[in-house]
């Protein structure tokens, strides 16, 4: 096949890049290779989306998808890396600059995101006929940048010289509208190859359009800002995610942008559905959707639409249609994060879907009212309260499965966050503890490691059965296998010091513990408390220079919610402390700090297999699940982390002599509240004064902002409007550090830092997203696969 893959190449080469192949770019190689694996797999594609209409299907509705890089996830899934590589080389070109030319995919932020695409990853590699529905942005988030240690946002132009992978299908466009604009919503497909299997399934992302283009009476009329204002109107529905709501008209936008990807997929799913043949009563019997969150609940309201207005059904009938297709999955313990939107927008964009909200709400409090529930409890729980649409009580009443994604996680929501609802509806609740496609998080991004893996297991079957490498655990007693496993950790640190050296200028050790913190920068998941360690570590030091310390390269990476004032704050205070801890020379050999720039799914894949330390520190009760400390265990770290989340069930899996558990428990915290001062705390705790002194004595630049007093009054002082020290940073912090300075001198063993490591690695399998999705599928969405086999 190789005379003919090169031949292919050389083709779809120069149709992108209108040049020979040998004046061709990296980047130009990358569209036509891309363009060549979109070709390989069309009429598989077109085969499994057909077979997909003869029977049951979900649709997957989630706000984000952060797919990460497409064109190696796709060769290394189609078993074409091989291919692809002694192709380039006959053309002179190296597939590792080839695949370097690839921009992410802007198209999620954090684990929400991620989680979605390693989900549909699994859906596709297990022959589940699932589609997942989201919104084609522009720009995505942001691209971040650190400048004099602020963080600043900028576009993230990812689209703007084309991307292969997403198939414009012009045939399929949909109408939305909304009461004062029409809006044509185009649907672009982006393949989904499963590993091991013909099925290519589809993630179908809706791109915004106006109906007429141009005003061309207004642009002859020299009126030439009038002639596009509608285009940009229409426009702004995709350019951003998560636009910043601060303001009345952010709410509004990120309300359309909501309604716009509902309303575009249930159509396509209904007509869909009718174009097969079948009657619309039946769509709850052949389609489930599965609720990422609650940004896509206004699909509950915009169904009945459909099927009262379009349809002709009544309101019972189409209830009933209602109840059998949604499924929920809440991904928070946190009340702020529970949407609610005020009533007037509502009113404003979508006068009809208020009705219809309206008549949920009445029939709601009727239907509690005659059960005998209390009126305080109906009007807490109602769908309408208190002036705005309560988007997580719409979908936990019209839902038929409401799930959390770790088993603490949904314990908290069975007991507090969710608890009037379980109390009535107790049979809608259930688990599925989160997982990562190991097919990217272990297969892919960590090669070394996938080699060693699959010589000892004899096969490469755990890469569509992660479980299998329990059978590997006995190794952990074979001297050569874990020196051979920390070999494959060092070439990964010399990987990722050497992209971090190409990509910031920034020099660090290989032969060092690299101790990582890489997630969504929130005030719950401490990123402050890490840097106060490190804050905290650096004075030891310098009082005892003679202090013999294990080396350390603590990195993080974040983004932080361009509205979110206190977050910035912390991004600011780490790079401080990283520039005070990396200009001292006393440091060097010693410590170094990391900030990595514009954090994305790219970032981790060199950061992960480099990891010896996985920080997993949210206080306690507040971590849904978290997916990075499972990507974190599959590739060998060790786990420094509470209980909190999926570290729970980690924890399980390894036993407590294979991770580092600290802090103070979820059951506890309520007690230790009671009496908490977070002031009489540091006063106790050996050199936590001098930290915190440090946020306003000059020795770290807040750029005159105040924000660093800022943080320091969270912690010690509070507010009206919060307690002090809210996740008990200051309370958790001895231990923090007891644990953490352990860790390190444990490091000092290679040996038996290495089974550790090998025995997280062996016992990974439970986190694997095809088991969370085969979960889904059994108990859920009940799903066959059906292969096109």
């Known amino acids: 096949m190789s005379a003919e893959f090169s031949n292919s190449l050389a083709a779809f080469v120069r149709s992108a890049s209108g040049k020979t192949v040998t004046s061709s770019t990296p980047a130009e190689y990358w569209a036509g290779l891309s363009s060549l694996v979109v070709d390989s797999l069309a009429e598989r594609w077109e085969a499994t989306t057909k077979k997909y209409q ?117 045939e399929e466009a949909i109408y939305v509208n909304f009461a004062d604009l029409n809006v044509r919503a185009i649907p672009y497909d982006m393949p989904i190859v499963g590993y091991g299997t013909k099925n290519v399934n589809t993630l179908r992302l809706w791109k915004a359009e106006p109906i007429e283009e141009f005003d061309y009476d207004a642009f002859n009329s020299q009126r030439f800002t009038d002639a596009i204002v509608e285009r940009e109107r229409v426009m702004d529905l995709c350019r951003v995610l998560y636009p910043n709501d601060t303001t009345y008209e952010g709410k509004v936008l990120r309300v359309r942008q909501q309604y716009f990807f509902v309303s575009a997929s249930l159509q396509t799913m209904i007509a869909r559905h009718k174009a097969a043949g079948r009657d619309i009563a039946a769509f709850g019997d052949m389609h489930t959707i599965q609720l990422n969150d609650t940004h896509p609940v206004l699909a509950i309201p915009e169904l009945m639409r459909l099927l009262l207005d379009e349809e002709g059904l009544g309101w019972e009938e189409s209830w009933d249609i209602v109840g059998k297709t949604f499924a929920y999955t809440n991904h928070t313990v946190l009340a702020e994060a529970l949407e609610t939107w005020e009533i007037s927008i509502f009113q404003q964009l979508f006068p009809r879907i208020f009705e219809i909200v309206a008549e949920i709400d009445r029939r709601f409090r009727a239907e509690l009212a005659a059960g005998g529930y209390h009126p305080g409890k109906i009007d807490y729980m109602a769908p309408l309260a208190g002036g705005r649409v309560h988007m997580a009580w719409i979908t936990c009443y019209a839902s038929f499965s409401i799930n959390g994604v770790a088993a603490l996680h949904s314990e908290i929501l069975k007991r507090d966050t969710l608890h009037d609802w379980y109390d009535i509806w107790p049979e809608k609740f259930n688990n599925k503890t989160n997982g990562v496609t190991q097919r990217r998080w272990l297969n892919t991004c960590n090669p070394g490691l996938s080699r060693l893996l699959t010589r000892e297991l004899g096969s490469d079957a755990w890469v569509r059965d992660l479980a299998l490498l329990a059978q590997l655990e006995e190794r952990k007693e074979n001297t050569a296998v874990l020196r051979e496993l920390n070999a494959i950790k060092r070439e990964n640190k010399v990987r990722f010091a050497q992209w971090i050296k190409d990509r910031q200028g920034i020099d660090i050790p290989v032969d060092a513990i690299y101790d990582v913190q890489i997630k969504r920068l929130h005030e719950y998941k401490r990123q402050l408390l890490n840097a106060m360690y490190i804050l905290d570590l650096y004075f030891r030091l310098k009082n005892d220079p003679s202090t013999e310390v294990t080396p350390r390269v603590f990195i993080f990476g974040a983004k932080a919610a361009p509205g979110y004032k206190r977050a910035k704050a912390i991004i600011k205070f780490i790079n401080e402390v990283g520039r005070l801890v990396n200009s001292d020379p006393q440091m060097e050999g010693k410590l170094a700090v990391v900030f990595v720039e514009n954090y994305n799914v790219t970032p981790a894949e060199y950061i992960i297999p480099a990891a010896d330390v996985s920080e997993q520190i949210s206080m306690a009760g507040k971590e849904a699940s978290g997916t990075s400390n499972m990507k974190f265990m599959m590739n060998g770290a060790l786990t420094l982390g509470t209980l909190d989340g999926a570290n729970v069930e980690i924890l399980e899996a390894v036993g407590e002599e294979n991770a580092y558990i600290f802090g103070a428990t979820e059951d506890e915290l309520p007690a230790l509240r009671d009496s908490y001062n977070p002031r009489h705390t540091a006063e106790g705790v050996p050199g936590l004064e001098r930290v915190l002194q440090a946020f306003v004595d000059g020795t770290l630049d807040d750029g005159s902002t105040g924000d660093f007093g800022d943080l320091l009054g969270s912690l010690v002082d509070g507010a009206s409007w919060e307690v002090a020290d809210v996740y008990y940073l200051l309370g958790d912090f001895a231990a923090y550090r007891e644990a953490r300075d352990r860790m390190a001198e444990d490091y000092r063993d290679e040996l038996a830092w290495a089974r550790m490591c090998w025995i997280n690695i062996c016992r990974s399998g439970r986190f694997s997203s095809d088991r969370t999705i085969s979960d889904y599928a059994r108990d859920v969405w009940k799903l066959e696969a059906t292969s096109v086999e």
């Open 54 to 170: 003869t029977g049951p299907q979900t649709g997957y509705f989630s706000a984000e998808f952060l797919m990460g890089r497409a064109l190696l996830n796709n060769l290394t899934n189609l078993g074409l890396v091989e291919e692809a590589r002694k192709a380039l080389a006959g053309f002179g070109m190296e597939l590792s600059d080839v695949l370097e030319a690839e921009h992410d995919a802007a198209l999620g932020n954090g684990g929400l995101g991620r989680l979605a695409a390693c989900f549909l990853d699994s859906c596709a590699t297990l022959d589940l006929p699932v589609t997942g529905y989201g919104i084609l942005y522009r720009y995505g988030l942001f691209k971040q940048t650190i400048e004099n240690g602020f963080q600043n946002e900028h576009p993230d132009p990812w689209m703007e010289e084309g991307y292969p992978f997403a198939i414009r299908r012009e």
